[in-house]
């Protein structure tokens, strides 16, 4: 049995910038606010950090902030995947260094690869000794894993988990009947955390949590403590905000939600743009009838 990196929400926080860089002192009211309402991790530098935006530098630096400011208090999972193998391990080895609890690695995107190409840029990552949790999601990489992939992964001590962001509950199926207690299982969902969590998921790695925190760890904490009729519920009075922050391509949305709640998260970077005015009046009043606030 492997122990999960962590149970409940863990945040895809988003990283605050300035014009010429990561804007540090709101960094930490944001990560100090999550943690103070009951998120159960920070994962840092994902998609939702814009990493793919970010340089190496920035990149680590931000890393090490993260791990340095959040000192123990919750897990830090760091993003740390590359279509590049060579990349992926030297951020791996990076966040290691630097005192992250697990790396948060993705599927090789755009050159892609096949299954066996996949056990071996995973197996060569988690051979640096650091908890990995795989991230599927298979619409922006255009490639995803099997169940068996899964399974083979699963063999490997350091491979701790998966954030699926599939969709597909027929794999998931498959996977954790293959797979049993020798892989974790995290939605990158908001809309399907209780669905995944029913079948044993350990909890979600979420882009509402940046808005809700304590609303997100609320819900996963029901779906831990067994009650599945009260977290369906739950889930389903946050839908619209959920599909809200998701209107437009995952960070703009989120991004704009919390500067509307009054964060001083800086602009998007290119080629991530501003939403446009109807979806800017569609996420206040989800937030509004959410009734988020800072």
């Not at 606010?33 to 939702?48: C, L, Y």
């Not at 260094?97 to 090789?108: F, M």
Request: hydrophobic letters at 40%; a negative charge.
């Amino acid at each position: 049995m492997k122990n999960p990196v962590f149970t409940g929400a863990g945040v895809a926080i988003v990283t605050p910038f300035t014009d010429t860089g990561i804007n540090y002192d709101e960094f930490k009211k944001i990560i100090d606010h999550q943690i103070e309402h009951g998120t159960d991790a920070i994962v840092v530098m994902g998609t939702t950090g814009e990493s793919p935006a970010c340089t190496e530098d920035e990149h680590e630096e931000a890393v090490a902030f993260c791990c340095e400011y959040v000192n123990s208090r919750v897990p830090v999972v760091a993003g740390a995947g590359s279509n590049d193998t060579r990349t992926a391990i030297k951020l791996t080895k990076s966040a290691k260094r630097s005192g992250a609890d697990a790396v948060l690695s993705v599927t090789p995107y755009y050159n892609k690869t096949t299954q066996v190409g996949l056990i071996r840029h995973f197996t060569a990552i988690a051979d640096c000794e650091c908890p990995v949790i795989l991230y599927n999601v298979p619409s922006r990489t255009g490639i995803g894993f099997t169940a068996q992939t899964y399974w083979e992964l699963s063999q490997h001590p350091f491979i701790n988990g998966v954030k699926e962001a599939s969709g597909n509950f027929s794999l998931l199926g498959e996977a954790m009947s293959l797979c049993g207690d020798a892989l974790n299982f995290w939605s990158g969902n908001d809309d399907q955390i209780v669905p995944l969590m029913s079948m044993g998921g350990k909890g979600v790695i979420s882009v509402l949590s940046n808005v809700a925190p304590q609303q997100t760890h609320d819900l996963c904490q029901l779906c831990l403590d067994g009650k599945f009729a009260q977290a369906a519920k739950m889930q389903l009075e946050y839908l619209e905000l959920m599909n809200a922050l998701f209107c437009e391509v995952n960070p703009i949305p989120v991004k704009k939600a919390m500067e509307l709640l009054g964060w001083k998260v800086g602009p998007v970077r290119l080629p991530l743009v501003e939403p446009n005015p109807e979806h800017v009046h569609r996420i206040q009043a989800a937030l509004e009838k959410a009734g988020c606030k800072i």
